[in-house]
């Protein structure tokens, strides 16, 4: 039997490192259908939002007022996706705006709520410059949950914030109407239930815009905030401030001293989870056009790097936390474009970027290295659902639009929450040129899972012109039926723009099933994400 670990580096990543390559477009997969592994939570399927540039102003809230359909002022059509790819969560406020958010501001009657300063809005071109509103505060985040069926994640303010100040946010969420005063003042603004928030981040990015924090120093500012938790209105699960995955040693230092520093005082203190960032831009192709096939692998290969973040940043946890107490939470991840090529829906729209089918790509490659790390990740957010960076959607006005990284979490939806199952491939690698150095990229990328009488294979084609015919051999059990789906465009650098039609959807696919339920066949088509339901016998 092959252990976890080998079949996560032979599943994804040993091609890469082999090097070897097959002269036919046809490659065998082997899933075991009897030896689920670890549950993969369905919070690694999670969302974040900022109040950045289009994000909450537009992109989500539009006001009870306006003529956009919505739901107390929350976007119609955002409730609807979201609901419709089951959204496990949602972090907010922030991102850096979480260091400068205090969230009295933001709570109480709508016109009454003071502007406030936010650096992101600081290159506005009109009155709004450096302005935050207030309209969208904890009620009207706990309300889009609440319609989705999210689970709130909230980041308290380390950076300009206080414990005392963090520890009142949460009374205001949780604590039982007449209780502590703050509940009470929670119901008089209309909410008699408490919020019941679990996930509370502290701080963010505290190594830079969270506070220019030395690890130690964060590790002190952690225990203070966490301390007198006012734990009598539910447990919190906490999740702290760990490292940037884009510096060039992935931030390994910044682990190791947090964890050493808090190892003084014993295990008890550790954060329940580890707060990993990691955005992917081109680093060796950011000369050549943003629609081309450097750009593109450059992109695709540097995503790849997220695997080597989690297994590292988890070595080094283990020294400290043998039990591994605390897990990981990649709570930013997602492709960062250079910033010529930012701004795409308009100067309001601070970081928004086109979405290409390149980037639902990168998205499935990183979920599937996130489902191979299952029993490691209580979490992951993509940075930001709507006009920000590697979204989901595009939204402006009356007009709504899906990307195509939208459909990527819909094809994988039956793996949140399902067990992760060894899939095995000898693909091999390809050598594409990304600029400045020639990358490998695996043939095939894949993972798999099962809940119950059901199960989920996942693959992505990176090649740009060559398609896949894929053997899967199934053993361990039988498939009764199969259902394919391929999200693709012959023109692999198509751009999703508002106002026209979406312009990449996810079609079927044929799969063949053989007589015994063993063995499938199906085509990989070039630049394309596959996903597979087998119904078992
Ligand atoms: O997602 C945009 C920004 O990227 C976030 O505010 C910050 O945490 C990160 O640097």
Redesign the pocket.
């Known amino acids: 039997m092959i252990s976890r670990r080998a079949w996560v580096a032979t599943t994804v990543f040993a091609p890469l490192v082999r090097g070897f390559a097959q002269s036919s477009n046809e490659i065998q997969v082997s899933l075991r259908l009897d030896q689920p592994g670890a549950t993969i939570s369905r919070h690694i399927y999670g969302q974040?939002i900022?109040h950045?540039g289009g994000v909450i102003y537009d992109g989500i809230w539009v006001g009870p007022d306006s003529k956009v359909p919505n739901v107390r002022g929350i976007r119609q059509a955002f409730i609807d996706a979201m609901k419709a790819i089951q959204v496990p969560n949602f972090r907010w406020p922030?991102?850096?705006?979480a260091d400068e958010y205090h969230w009295r501001d933001g709570i109480g009657p709508r016109e009454q709520r003071p502007r406030t300063y936010n650096m992101w809005q600081a290159n506005y071109p009109d009155r709004d410059k450096g302005v935050e509103p207030h309209q969208f505060g904890t009620h009207e985040f706990i309300d889009l949950c609440r319609l989705t069926g999210a689970e709130p994640y909230l980041a308290a303010n380390v950076g300009s914030g206080s414990p005392r100040e963090f520890h009142e946010w949460v009374l205001y969420c949780n604590a039982p109407e007449g209780t502590v005063s703050l509940a009470d003042l929670r119901v008089r603004n209309g909410a008699r239930e408490p919020f019941n928030v679990r996930y509370w981040g502290v701080g963010?990015?505290s190594w830079?815009?969270g506070g220019n924090f030395k690890p130690e120093e964060y590790a002190t500012e952690y225990r203070r905030f966490v301390t007198q938790y006012p734990n009598a209105y539910g447990r919190a699960f906490f999740i702290a401030a760990g490292p940037n995955g884009g510096a060039p040693d992935g931030h390994l230092s910044w682990t190791r001293r947090f964890f050493a520093a808090m190892q003084e005082h014993g295990p008890r203190l550790f954060p329940d989870g580890w707060a990993l960032?990691y955005?992917t831009g081109p680093r060796r192709a950011g000369k050549h056009p943003r629609r081309s096939p450097e750009r593109y692998y450059d992109i695709l290969e540097a995503g790849l790097r997220m695997n080597w973040l989690i297994e590292e940043h988890w070595k080094v946890m283990g020294e400290y936390d043998r039990e591994h107490r605390t897990k990981l939470v990649v709570d930013?991840w997602g492709v960062w474009q250079p910033r010529q090529e930012q701004q795409v829906l308009g100067p309001r729209y601070v970081?928004s970027q086109h979405g290409y089918l390149r980037d639902a790509l990168h998205a499935a490659l990183t979920l599937d290295i996130f489902n191979h790390h299952a029993e490691k990740l209580a979490m992951c957010n993509v940075?930001?659902t709507i006009n920000?960076?590697h979204s989901l959607f595009a939204a402006s006005g009356d007009q709504f639009v899906r990307l195509p990284t939208y459909y990527v979490f819909e094809m994988y939806m039956p793996h949140m929450d399902a067990q992760a199952l060894p899939l095995q491939m000898e693909a091999g690698s390809f050598a594409a040129s990304a600029g400045e150095q020639t990358v490998q990229l695996p043939r095939l990328a894949g993972s798999a899972s099962r809940k119950q009488s059901s199960a989920l294979v996942t693959l992505v084609n990176p090649h740009l012109q060559e398609s896949i015919r894929v053997r899967l051999e199934c053993t361990g059990g039988a498939v009764r039926e199969a259902r394919g789906r391929v999200l693709t465009h012959e023109d692999p650098f198509v751009e999703t723009e508002l106002g026209k039609p979406e312009a990449v959807r996810p079609t079927s696919l044929a799969v063949e099933v053989n007589r015994s339920g063993s063995g499938l066949t199906f085509e990989v088509p070039a630049h394309a994400v596959v996903a597979v339901e087998l119904r078992l016998g």
């Open positions: 974040f900022e950045l922030g991102g850096c705006f963010n990015e830079g815009c960032h955005y930013e970081l940075a930001q920000c960076l």
